[in-house]
């Protein structure tokens, strides 16, 4: 039982450049979560999926989108990565609601 | 805009002392809330939840609510060295229940 996992760990990206962001989890859990620290900032929500097949907007969609791939995978596509995206990014999923479990993060730098 | 405010801190306390942690939310429909401990560089884990006024016992840590007041606090009493740490207030709401983070309190506690 690995709980949540997050591919890569870390990523250097150049502006402009894009990737995905992969996480799974084995806990059977609905809901999924996509959220940036940023020194200070805490966590900000950037989408949200409350089932296979769905997803919602959270606080800072902009820039990013996501697919629910199925019920253990949700990952996180940067199209043309910007330096303000720089940040460490946490996957959680959870149940019930507010029980979060997270995945290690990963740590993305774009210059 | 549903917020959730933390002093960032840094709070130092002495060992053995007891630390108090405050978070204060916006919503009023707000029906969970919790507290998360992130140590440096790791990610979230959740140490407590409370969903009725009142206060909640665990071990060294007492969380309090007070929804008139909207305001959660954590007690941590014989603060050990061990738990220096960052830590999250989190609530979710009515609409989605979707789980929206503050921005996290220093918490160093000296030997």
């Known amino acids: 039982n690995a709980g949540v996992t997050q591919t890569p760990k870390f990523q250097v990206l150049k502006t402009g450049q894009s990737m995905t962001l992969q996480c799974a989890q084995d806990?059977?859990?609905?809901?999924m979560y996509w959220y940036r620290q940023d020194p200070g900032m805490g966590l900000r929500l950037i989408y949200y999926?409350?089932?296979?097949?769905?997803?919602d907007k959270g606080e800072v969609p902009n820039g990013y989108n996501v697919s629910r791939l199925n019920k253990r995978e949700f990952s996180l596509r940067l199209e043309s990565a910007a330096p303000s995206q720089t940040s460490v990014y946490f996957c959680a999923s959870e149940v019930p609601p507010g029980r979060a479990r997270f995945g290690p993060g990963t740590r993305l730098t774009v210059t | 805009q549903k917020e959730v405010e933390q002093n960032s801190g840094p709070l130092s306390v002495p060992e053995g002392a007891i630390a108090s942690l405050n978070c204060t939310y916006s919503d009023r429909g707000s029906q969970s809330f919790f507290w998360y401990r992130q140590y440096s560089g790791k990610s979230p884990e959740l140490i407590m939840s409370i969903y009725s006024n009142g206060d909640k016992e665990d071990g060294r840590f007492t969380a309090q609510l007070n929804k008139a007041s909207q305001y959660v606090s954590l007690l941590i009493r014989d603060s050990q060295p061990s738990d220096s740490a960052t830590y999250l207030c989190?609530?979710?709401?009515?609409?989605?229940?979707?789980?929206?983070f503050g921005g996290g309190t220093r918490l160093m506690v000296k030997p």
């Open positions: 806990m059977n859990h609905n809901s």
């Open positions: 989190a609530v979710t709401y009515n609409a989605g229940n979707m789980l929206t």
């Open positions: 999926s409350a089932s296979e097949g769905t997803t």
